[in-house]
T-cell receptor
Framework: NAGVTQTPKFRVLKTGQSMTLLCAQD?????MYWYRQDPGMGLRLIHY???????AKGEVPDGYNVSRLKKQNFLLGLESAAPSQTSVYFC????????????????FGAGTRLSVL | DAKTTQPPSMDCAEGRAANLPCNHS???????VYWYRQIHSQGPQYIIH???NNETNEMASLIITEDRKSSTLILPHATLRDTAVYYC????????????FGKGTTLSVSS
């Protein structure tokens, strides 16, 4: 059981380039989230999804787009990368049952470290 | 804005109990207190959560004050592997609500 898998683990981009970060979970979770973490800071929510085909904006959505075409995958896209998007990106997921109950445990991937030069 | 206040750092000797405080004076009646930790910039890991009663699991204990305005996470016998950033988070029992992370407390466990 792999849990939440993020690819790639590391990436260096030039300003203006585009890329897609992939998050895959094998736990049949309905809810998925993308966070970013800057040095010395906590995680901030970029976008999230409550089910296949649905997405919503989080706290810092500008410059990012997301898609949830399959239940197990949540893609985060950068159309035109900027140095301000240099960060560590974390994906997380949780079940509908846990989301509705008190035990709202989010399961996180290992992160993608992105540098934009 | 984070709804919790935590000390930026704490030290603990290996084998001793680590007591990590958290203030959440504006907590609402339907909000739970959650604790996560992050080791070496890995993805955060769930530790424990509670509403108003004290809770214990295999990782830690959570003590919530009667007025619910503060709580303490207790690692009963800290090990070097417990060195991490610990996040105290309050959130409503509401489907799909994301976690709001503050800066947390960096716990350093030394031998």
């Amino acid at each position: 059981n792999a849990g939440v898998t993020q690819t790639p683990k590391f990436r260096v981009l030039k300003t203006g380039q585009s890329m897609t970060l992939l998050c895959a979970q094998d736990m049949n979770h309905e809810y998925m989230y993308w966070y970013r973490q800057d040095p010395g800071m906590g995680l901030r929510l970029i976008h999230y999804s409550v089910g296949e085909g649905t997405t919503a904006k989080g706290e810092v959505p500008d410059g990012y787009n997301v898609s949830r075409l399959k239940k197990q995958n949540f893609l985060l896209g950068l159309e035109s990368a900027a140095p301000s998007q240099t960060s560590v990106y974390f994906c997380a997921s949780t079940t509908l049952r846990e989301a509705l109950g008190a035990k709202n445990i989010q399961y996180f991937g290992a992160g993608t470290r992105l540098s934009v030069l | 804005d984070a709804k919790t206040t935590q000390p930026p750092s704490m030290d603990c000797a290996e084998g001793r109990a680590a007591n990590l405080p958290c203030n959440h004076s504006t907590i609402s009646g339907n909000e739970y207190v959650y604790w996560y930790r992050q080791i070496h910039s890995q993805g955060p890991q769930y530790i424990i959560h509670g509403l108003k009663n004290n809770e214990t699991n295999e990782m830690a204990s959570l003590i919530i004050t009667e007025d619910r305005k503060s709580s303490t996470l207790i690692l009963p016998h800290a090990t070097l592997r417990d060195t991490a950033v610990y996040y105290c988070i309050v959130r409503p029992n509401q489907a799909g609500t994301a976690l709001i992370f503050g800066k947390g407390t960096t716990l350093s466990v030394s031998s």
